[in-house]
């Protein structure tokens, strides 16, 4: 996501001016496809990156976020905010941070989710395949009138460090399938909903 040597700078910079001290960085992929009248009508896909930095100083909070993690950038926002925290009141605990490099860790939330397969390794063909063929058994009762089909997921890593040297790294996946249908008899519609997912792979 970020080099490693650009978040050990910025932390050592934003831990001099405040009791605590810690940055979040967050990288977001993302697919959706949409199928309707039984064809793939949209399909759309993105990464977001970001990354925040936090002050706690005398019980204030300072906060700075950016979309540029280009080093530039990072350690500028560090040092704008490093004295944006000088100038909101006397330092109680400034110190120089030395980062330990012994064992940083990663976790999955509790429970622990098992992704058994990964959506980002799944080709594209093979979900608009399942959306086509959850259509087609849709519409194998004549009653079916429309069916409108939503598959999303998404990968989210996420890393911070603090003042106190402690590195924690997590990856969390989302899966989801929405699936409406309207269906028509003797005169009268109705519809129907199911959604399934959640943090879950392909599976």
Request: proline share 3%; net charge negative.
């Amino acid at each position: 996501m970020i080099d490693q040597a650009i978040l050990e700078e910025a932390i050592k910079i934003i831990s001099t001016e405040g009791d605590y001290a810690d940055i979040y960085i967050e990288e977001r992929s993302s697919l959706t496809i949409r199928l309707e009248e039984s064809r793939i009508e949209k399909i759309s896909s993105g990464t977001e990156r970001g990354a925040g930095l936090r002050i706690i100083r005398n019980f204030k909070t300072f906060y700075a976020h950016t979309d540029d993690l280009s080093r530039k950038s990072i350690l500028e926002l560090a040092r704008d905010l490093k004295n944006l925290a000088k100038i909101g009141g006397e330092v109680t605990g400034g110190k120089d941070l030395v980062i330990e490099k012994k064992n940083p860790f990663s976790f999955n939330p509790p429970p622990d989710f098992r992704i058994l397969i990964r959506p980002d390794d799944v080709p594209l063909n093979k979900k608009t395949s399942l959306l086509l063929e959850a259509d087609r058994l849709a519409r194998s009762s004549p009653l079916i009138r429309q069916v409108t089909i939503n598959y999303g997921d998404t990968v989210k890593r996420v890393k911070i460090i603090n003042s106190s040297g402690r590195e924690v790294e997590d990856e969390r996946i989302y899966t989801t399938f929405i699936i409406h249908v309207i269906g028509a008899s003797d005169g009268e519609l109705q519809t129907a909903y199911e959604s399934i997912g959640g943090l879950v792979g392909f599976e």
